[in-house]
């Protein structure tokens, strides 16, 4: 039946990791560079202990690795733990004093990197390797390099599994889920599958697997909504201040009306965004500007929903918190946290706000935005950003500038037809059959109300229903939309001007 997905059973497979095989290769080379101290920022420290336990091997150079609770021990074959020189100073020290050269792994060392001595240390182990020969590797989730230490240093980013090998995990985990019960496979389809491994993209080897493997043995099974769970997991991994926020409630282009250009849009680019690198252009990011109640929001969160990735908040309120630490360095976390989450959606709702709720003449909103604008014409990363915005009198020039960002979307009231549809989304939403109402006649006596307005009025007439003690109906509804006066008549002049601003620059969203 075409529509379905395709039952996929997955049989496991039982295969050397392919990727280790590059990192060894990268790692060698910069070893034999005589590099005397590297640097590897990971959370992955299991995978680094096991490269350079394969590179000893390779090398026949002894490893050890230190850390605060074993000390040192030697890692590259059964040895007895040595557990001594447990104190970061005596290692080092003993480091120093050894002759025969070898690789240390000094595990999460990076709280004894603000003492001076430490430093020292580090920095005539390193001096000495031409005679000594040993080489240093700090390995942490999060390093800075003391400026002594800088010259001597270089990093090492472990290369991260892409999809084929992503999906060559999900095998084998399904492959130890049928071991441990036999005579089933695990269950999923084409499409579910490929969203899953999209999610993963991103994450170490041993992050990923241990989400497949959570997702895998909760019931032998890949489904749509292990999806969000992935996303949740991701994002508790992700270290993330309160400026951004991960958006679970991802909506459905269906439960939008009207809309068309931009659903199309958003259609049209769905695999040059998850699937960058072919000869199109990767997808940047669109704003949406209309009079509020549009549908914007939902838009957005719609774009999410549309293509399956995590969608992601960035509140300008909490960045400029005075209380929540300086507003530049929270910006760059946040977004440095959103690329973690790539493919994603970074979506800042009513961007208008960040120009007034910042002060935009003292300087630091402008400084913000400027951040904001650089890092959107700089990122490499797949974050597709959604920007919403009610009013344009304080939109930035350069944001609206050609090129940031890919196309501006105006979305104006809804016609008649597409309140018609409004309608019946919301009412079907309530468990109500839209052939039950005269739709038609609401959507024409509804002129200029927006999608909200419209929800607004069928919340409100099943209020008067259930006071009148019976069902809600067409004259319910048609009560509470007489009764109602809609924004774009409150405030005709600034629609009017909105609409007169949008007809040059923006494309319509409907
Ligand atoms: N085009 C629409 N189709 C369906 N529902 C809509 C539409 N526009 C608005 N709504 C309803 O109104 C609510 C508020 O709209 P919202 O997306 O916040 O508008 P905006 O962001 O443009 O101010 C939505 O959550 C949705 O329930
Ligand atoms: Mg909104």
Same mark, same amino acid.
């Given at each position: 039946m075409p529509g379905l997905p395709r039952a996929l059973t997955l049989h496991g497979i039982n295969q050397w990791e392919p990727d280790l095989a590059n990192d060894i290769h990268d790692l060698e080379l910069l070893l034999r560079s005589r590099v005397p101290l590297i640097v590897i920022e990971t959370r992955d420290e299991k995978r680094v202990t096991q490269l350079f336990t394969k590179l000893a091997l390779k090398l026949s150079m002894p490893v050890m690795a230190w850390s605060a609770t074993t000390g040192l021990q030697r890692? /590259?074959?059964?040895?007895? !733990? %040595?557990? *001594?020189?447990?104190e970061p100073r005596q290692a080092l020290g003993q480091i120093k004093a050894t002759n025969t050269p070898a690789i240390y792994l000094l595990l999460d060392f990076h709280p004894y990197l603000d003492d001076a001595y430490n430093i020292r240390l580090l920095k005539e182990i390193a001096q000495d390797h031409h005679d000594l020969g040993h080489t240093l590797v700090l390995v942490s989730h999060d390093l800075e390099v003391p400026p002594e230490l800088e010259n001597l240093a270089a990093s090492f980013s472990l290369s991260l599994p892409d999809s084929e090998r992503l999906e060559a995990i999900v095998r084998e985990e399904a492959g130890h889920w049928s071991k441990s019960s036999p005579g089933n496979k695990v269950k999923t389809d084409r499409a579910t599958l490929d969203a899953m491994v999209h999610q993963l993209r991103g994450l170490t080897t041993t992050d990923a697997r241990r989400i497949i493997r959570s997702v895998i043995f909760d019931d032998g099974a890949i489904n749509p909504d292990d999806l969000e769970r992935i996303t949740r997991a991701r994002y508790r991994l992700i270290e993330s201040n309160g400026a951004l926020s991960c958006e679970f409630d991802t909506a459905e +282009?269906? #439960? =939008?009306?009207?809309?068309q250009n931009l659903k199309h849009w958003v259609e049209l680019r769905r695999t040059a965004f998850l #699937? !960058?690198?072919? /000869?199109l252009d990767t997808p940047q990011g669109i704003l949406l500007v209309g009079v %509020?109640?549009?549908g914007k929001s939902l838009a957005a969160k719609a774009v999410a929903g549309m293509w399956g990735i995590p969608l992601l908040r960035l509140d300008f309120g909490t960045l400029y918190n005075?209380? +929540?630490?300086?507003t530049e360095r929270n910006l760059r976390e946040a977004l440095k946290s959103a690329e973690a989450m790539a493919p994603c959606v970074l979506w800042i709702d009513e961007i208008e706000k960040a120009i007034a709720s910042g002060d935009y003449d003292s300087g630091t909103s402008r400084r913000i935005l400027g951040n904001l604008l650089t890092w959107m014409s700089e990122r490499t990363a797949a974050v597709f950003i959604v920007a919403t915005a009610? =009013?344009?009198? *304080?939109? !930035?020039p350069e944001l609206i500038?050609?090129?940031?960002? /890919?196309e501006i979307f105006f979305v104006d009231l809804p016609d008649a037809p597409t309140r018609a549809e409004i309608f019946a989304i919301h009412l079907r939403k309530r468990g109500?059959?839209?052939? /039950? +109402?005269d739709i038609l006649s609401l959507a024409k006596l509804s002129?200029? +109300?927006s999608g909200a307005e419209i929800e607004q009025a069928i919340v409100a007439a099943r209020y008067l229903a259930r006071a009148d003690g019976g069902t809600v109906d067409t004259g319910h509804v048609r009560e509470e939309i007489e009764r109602t006066r809609p924004l774009s008549r409150v405030m005709a002049e600034k629609v009017a001007g909105l609409r007169a601003w949008a007809a040059g620059r923006t494309v319509p969203a409907n």
């Open positions: 890692i /590259d074959f059964e040895a007895a !733990p %040595q557990r *001594h020189a447990s +282009f269906s #439960e =939008v009306g009207g809309l #699937e !960058p690198g072919g /000869d %509020q109640g549009g005075k209380f +929540f630490g300086e009610n =009013v344009i009198e *304080h939109l !930035p500038r050609k090129g940031r960002l /890919d109500l059959k839209p052939l /039950d +109402f002129e200029g +109300f």
